[in-house]
């Protein structure tokens, strides 16, 4: 968990008499608010020093509750049941994570959803977040004018509770988004507002959950909105109740069941310690300067789940107890290959095969015909902001994920403008995750045209809108005209699942049975595995097999088994499998006899396996078997069950190597302790890791592996910055290792199509044990599509649990170990070699001076520099020098550059002059 800066709050001490709240509310004016003026307003009196904060807070928090706005009576008793429960715990304050209104927020509709807590409201209590309802689905201000109205408060503002005991922050998360690499323009208001509170506890709300398990899924683009000064976030939008604690450590919960239905779960996020949607109901929260307790309390006054928060000696929020964490498994199927290559309709053609245009209130759609084409024409968005056409795939075609996939568009514009796709990605977790927009240009308007869009790590859960998979979004009310969808696998041909001996099962592995005991190890310098003799039986062994069902399940339908093996003696084996036509478990397939002369070298041999079943029917639920008669020995390092016959398996690729994946992009990425370029660790459950530091700087510390053998580290490439392929890059890993061992990369390889194929190992020496060092590997044909687990693109592995700790990597187009061409032209660098001036420490720059010369019989140089360092620009600057001259550039380094120089390490940067690149090495010395 992360350490906060003592200043981050003041250590409050209890006081001896509770603050009287009469009067402590003045509301401000909310008339003319705009949406996207930055700063926190102020609502309530500030922290008075000279009295005492109160004991104890007693505030209830509800969310996405306005159902009465639906004039229907039977959904207002559903609010009015949770209104009247939290009345029942006579709260001081009742706050709420948006939705506060479920419709379009019309007056009539918001006056009717606030009437059973208006007189919280006319009291000054009542202290709610809006949402997306509450805006009346537009980030206008006008479409939220009701909601100020009746609910008394401004579109973002901040309370101080209790004389500091409670700070309530609403940044206006439902309209303040992040992009990834802008922030929004509340942001440095925001964050000055938290990392100033002197409050005690310091609650934020924003009503699109960060992270959620239900509908919605994760909205990265709120996470802005998770600071370390803030004890707990709260959320609305997915109508279910959760506790998250997010792999950094902090506290999220979504109360979204306070009167309007509830709606699914799926597989719970990262960090879900609870979830619940089968009860309406609200939190209940107990607040005294020295704890908070959480109560999930259930219509009829069951508490469900609670936990207690409170602050260590350093000022972070720290979970004291909590009760039974459920962090649930998830039962949605999960296929690796979805059912069906490919859906589509044809609207001109009248053909639909596993896609289907579904009808929704903010989806309207007619059939039309359209330039002399049937189509499907979208409508005006009645609820505001872009016209959209959900889809929903038939869950027989297409379920679970990810997925490799793109989408082809056949569409017609009669004016300019652009579109998209918003899917599940399951690498992100995000139901709604923007795929790369459609531009129409002038010159194409009026005449149908056919994009293809790339969509990485798709999932088909119908988590959208109506069970819908995704949806077309086109900007601006555009009135885009459909003709035809078609959704298809990029993924090759066929499934194949793979075991490689030491390697993370693909798809197949071995299943521990009594009669087919097996062991790992080494044969001829390969990992194997080596079958034992079966204790029951001197006759036959047996090697049991499993196909992950995601891979393979059901049939009939062909299949071939290839091996790779070491015979250790003459004889012969055969697999049994079910064999679906004839209706038997243990089928024999044709047995494979081993000759003498192939004792002893490596040999692949191809087992055809017709009408094959995979149900998990043999013992152990295996679904087929390695038969060894007289229980011959077997040493396996690869065996391979695939759907595709390896007898028309197209020849290894040309020199122009596999086809591109659609969508491909190539730019270098890099992680840095406190420092990421594009390249991210990710948390899974064989990959743990933590960052520490010591006198050298920060690194990550890879941690033991508690799920099986050897050490992982899961790494995720932007898919923005780096995706598709196959690319050839090289990986550069900084590293060191407080032991002898050894570790490799394993990546996702475009040729073999492993999706864990190792590269040569890097050892770890006796003379190099507790030393930085740096590895560098070569990757000829690597892929990024999130295949690894936990939607990571590779991951270092340490074998025997190798405590790998790593201070730098960078994933890059170029050999590092080749020097760039240097500048030939007439301005160059003098110095190859320089030195920083170095703060020892504070906020203070380094420096470091690059002296330029121009050598030229013309009267000037005159040229753009650009310097760099880790793919990140450190200064660009049009730079003019007079002939015979030189000119001094000074740099100053901040962030990871600063750092790494700060500890004692030297630093390479890359120069460009014009179109040639320089590097230069930065030595540092004290300043």
Same mark, same amino acid.
């Not at 503002?157 to 700070?167: F, Q």
């Not at 936990?790 to 187009?813: H, K, T, V």
């Given at each position: ?10 250590? /409050?001490?209890?006081? #001896? #008499? ?12 909310? #008339? ?42 039977? +959904? ?29 927020? *019309? ?35 006008? @479409? ?19 004389? %500091? ?5 609403n940044p206006n998360g439902a309209c303040q988004t992040s992009n990834g690499t802008r922030m929004p323009a509340i942001y ?35 996470r802005w909105a998770i600071q370390p000064q803030v004890d707990l976030l709260i959320s609305g939008h997915d109508h279910h ?9 902090? &506290? ?17 996020? !990262? ?45 972070? *929020? ?51 015909? =359209? ?9 005006? &968005? ?107 696998? !990029? ?30 190890? $080494? ?17 036959? %062994? ?49 047995? =494979? ?13 191809? =087992? ?74 990710? /948390? ?13 700087? @920060? ?25 598709? @392929? ?44 507790g030393v930085w060092k740096s590895a560098t590997w070569h990757l000829p044909a690597a892929q990024f599509q999130n295949r ?57 720059? #380094? ?10 019989? +013309? ?60 590097? $230069? ?7």
């Open positions: 968990m992360r350490v906060t800066p003592v200043p981050r709050r003041l250590a /409050a001490a209890a006081a #001896a #008499a509770a603050v009287t709240l009469t009067g402590l509310i003045t509301l401000a004016p909310t #008339a003319n608010a705009a949406v996207d003026a930055p700063g926190l307003e102020l609502l309530t009196s500030d922290i008075d020093p000279a009295q005492p904060r109160a004991d104890v807070l007693r505030v209830a928090v509800v969310s996405d509750f306005g159902a009465c706005g639906y004039g229907i009576p039977a +959904k207002c008793a559903d609010q009015n049941a949770v209104a009247d429960m939290i009345h029942s715990w006579n709260p001081d304050f009742i706050l709420t994570g948006g939705d506060n209104n479920q419709q379009q927020a *019309t007056e009539e509709q918001v006056r009717l959803s606030a009437e059973p807590y208006m007189a919280d409201i006319e009291a000054g209590k009542f202290f709610p977040i809006f949402g997306n309802h509450d805006f009346g689905n537009t980030c206008d201000a006008v @479409g939220a004018q009701y909601s100020m109205q009746y609910f008394k408060v401004p579109l973002s503002y901040r309370a101080v509770l209790g004389n %500091g005991l409670l700070e309530w922050v440095d208001d925001y964050l000055a507002t938290v990392q100033n509170s002197q409050a005690s506890w310091v609650l934020t709300g924003v009503h699109q959950p960060p992270y959620s398990s239900g509908v919605s899924g994760n909205n990265i683009n709120r109740t959760e506790h998250i604690i997010t792999p950094d450590g902090d &506290n999220l919960v979504l109360t979204g069941n306070g009167g309007d239905g509830t709606t699914r779960l799926f597989t719970p996020t !990262t960090g879900s310690q609870w979830r619940d949607n089968r009860h309406l109901g609200a939190m209940r929260l107990t607040i005294t300067p020295e704890t908070l307790r959480a109560e999930f309390v259930a219509l009829g006054g069951e508490t469900q789940y609670e936990f207690t928060l409170g602050h260590d000696d350093a000022g972070d *929020t720290i979970v004291l107890d909590q009760s039974e964490v459920d962090p649930g498994e998830g039962t949605d199927p999960n296929p690796a290959v979805p059912a069906k290559r490919e859906v589509s309709f044809d609207i001109a053609a009248g053909t639909s095969d596993g896609l289907t245009a579904v009808q929704y209130p903010d989806g309207p759609w007619t059939q039309a015909e =359209v330039d002399g084409r049937r189509a499907i024409q979208l409508q005006t &968005n009645p609820m505001g902001g872009a016209n959209q056409l959900y889809l929903q795939v038939d869950d027989a075609a297409m379920s679970g994920g990810p997925f490799g996939m793109a989408a082809e568009v056949t569409y017609r514009s009669p004016v300019a403008g652009s579109f998209n796709l918003q899917y599940e990605n399951a690498a992100i977790g995000e139901a709604y995750s923007p795929a790369t927009p459609v531009a129409i240009a002038g010159s194409q308007v009026g005449t149908w045209q056919t994009a293809t869009i790339p969509l990485p790590a798709a999932a088909f859960n119908n988590r959208q809108n109506g069970g819908s998979d995704l949806r077309l979004t086109a900007a601006a009310n555009l009135p885009l005209a459909i003709s035809a969808i078609t959704i298809r696998s !990029t993924a090759p041909a066929g499934v194949t699942a793979r075991m490689v001996a030491g390697q993370e099962p693909d798809g197949l592995a071995p299943v521990e049975y009594s009669s087919g005991p097996f062991t790992w190890g $080494v044969a001829d310098g390969r990992q194997v595995l080596q079958t034992q003799p079966n204790p029951e039986s001197t006759t036959s %062994g047996n090697l049991y097999m499993a196909v992950d069902d995601r891979y393979l399940s059901g049939g009939p339908q062909r299949a071939w088994l290839v091996l790779t093996y070491l015979p250790q003696s003459a004889g012969r084996f055969q697999v049994q499998y079910e064999n679906a036509a004839v209706g038997t478990t243990y089928y024999n397939a044709t047995a =494979v006899e081993v000759t003498a002369d192939q004792v002893g070298t490596w040999q692949t041999t191809t =087992v055809d396996l017709p009408d094959a079943a995979f149900n998990n029917r043999q013992n152990g639920a295996a679904d087929f078997r390695l038969r060894l008669p007289q229980n011959y020995p077997m040493a396996i390092a690869e065996m391979r069950l695939t759907t595709i016959d390896p007898a028309n398996t197209p020849d290894p690729p040309t020199e122009e190597g596999p086809p591109t994946i659609p969508g491909s992009v190539l730019n270098p990425v890099s992680w840095s302790a406190g420092r990421a370029g594009g390249l991210d660790p990710i /948390a899974y459950e064989s990959g743990p890791f933590t960052l520490e530091s010591d006198d050298t700087g @920060g690194y990550l510390q890879v941690q033991r592996n508690t799920i099986n053998s050897g050490n992982n580290l899961y790494l995720t490439a932007d898919d923005a910055m780096l995706y598709g @392929g196959p690319h050839e890059v090289w990986f550069t890993v900084e590293y060191r290792s407080p032991v002898e061992g050894r570790f490799e990369l394993q990546y996702e390889d475009a040729v073999t199509g492993a999706a864990y194929l190792s590269t040569d190992p890097v050892t770890v020496t006796a003379g190099e044990v690894q687990n936990g939607g990571a693109d590779m991951r270092l592995r340490g074998a025997d649990n190798l405590p790998l700790q790593i201070r730098s990597m960078r994933i890059s187009p170029t050999d590092p170990a080749i020097t760039p061409p240097q500048p030939t032209g007439p301005m160059t660098i003098r110095d190859t070699g320089v030195t920083a001036r170095v703060p020892a420490k504070g906020n203070a720059v #380094a420096q470091v001076v690059l002296t330029l010369q121009c050598s030229t019989d +013309k009267p000037w140089c005159r040229e753009r520099v650009t310097v760099t360092y880790e793919g990140e620009t450190i200064d660009t600057k049009q730079v003019t020098i007079e002939a015979d001259a030189s000119r001094q550039l000074t740099l100053n380094f901040r962030g990871a550059a600063r750092e790494a120089l700060r500890a004692g390490a030297d630093i390479t940067l890359d120069v460009q002059i014009g179109d040639a690149t320089s590097r $230069v090495t930065v030595t540092p010395s004290a300043g």
